[in-house]
């Protein structure tokens, strides 16, 4: 059986209020867990979620401003503590490694997660797993900042009926038979390989 979970642990941005924590997602998707910027009081916050640290197999940081990665430290030393088996990757963008290096090694613990850092500099796929590839792109912000997607190959055609684009090849009667993805790009029909 899939599993498909949104946890999410924080919505509050720059600061936290009473009921908001800041940023803070975690994905289930097919045996991974991916976390992605995980503000500060992220460990708290996944104890009160339900979910243990070793659920988390990713760190994707979309960029290193303090709500998206100040709860780096207290994750990674949780992990350490619960003595996480499976090796965790971390996705960042590539201009800030000395601050991951900063927020990896915040303070004094026993180090034993097998954290294996993987810093970006272009678009492009970063990871990918039997049902699922893991993608980043360059975002538009005031530092370097990459947004991530989750992509599933598709089954049996190549987009959704339901996809409104007049003369798409899913909406034919034949359907497409092209085993990859369709993206819009403004082609004769709106989509295109």
């Known amino acids: 059986m899939t599993v498909r979970e949104l946890v999410v642990l924080g919505?509050?941005?720059?600061?936290?209020?009473?009921?908001?924590n800041h940023n803070g997602y975690l994905l289930r998707w097919d045996g991974e867990g991916l976390l992605?910027?995980?503000?500060?009081?992220?460990?708290?916050?996944?104890?009160?979620?339900?979910?243990?640290?070793?659920?988390?197999?990713?760190?994707?940081?979309?960029h290193f401003h303090g709500d998206h990665c100040l709860g780096v430290p207290g994750v990674v030393q949780r992990m350490s503590l619960d003595r996480v088996a499976h090796p965790?990757?971390?996705?960042?963008?590539?201009?800030?490694?000395?601050?991951?290096?900063?927020?990896?090694?915040?303070?004094?613990?026993?180090?034993?997660?097998?954290?294996?850092?993987?810093?970006?500099?272009?678009?492009?796929?970063?990871?990918?797993?039997?049902?699922?590839?893991?993608?980043a792109r360059r975002l538009d912000h005031l530092v370097e900042s990459f947004g991530y997607r989750l992509v599933e190959p598709t089954a049996g055609g190549c987009c959704p009926?339901?996809?409104?684009?007049?003369g798409c090849p899913a909406r034919?009667?034949?359907?497409?038979?092209?085993?990859d993805r369709w993206t819009s790009a403004g082609g004769p029909c709106g989509w295109t390989r």
Do not use: K, M, N
Not at 38 to 61: D, F, K, Y
Not at 161 to 166: E, L, M, V
Not at 172 to 179: D, K, L, V, Y
């Open 11 to 20: 919505t509050a941005s720059q600061a936290p209020t009473r009921t908001r």
């Open 88 to 135: 965790v990757a971390a996705h960042f963008p590539a201009s800030g490694r000395e601050y991951f290096g900063r927020l990896r090694a915040a303070s004094v613990f026993h180090d034993v997660l097998d954290l294996r850092e993987e810093p970006l500099s272009t678009d492009g796929p970063v990871a990918s797993g039997p049902s699922w590839t893991l993608e």
């Open 172 to 179: 034919t009667s034949a359907g497409c038979s092209a085993p």
């Open 36 to 62: 992605f910027d995980p503000g500060e009081g992220t460990q708290r916050q996944l104890l009160l979620a339900g979910v243990p640290s070793s659920a988390v197999t990713r760190i994707c940081l979309t």
């Open 161 to 166: 009926r339901s996809w409104p684009a007049p």
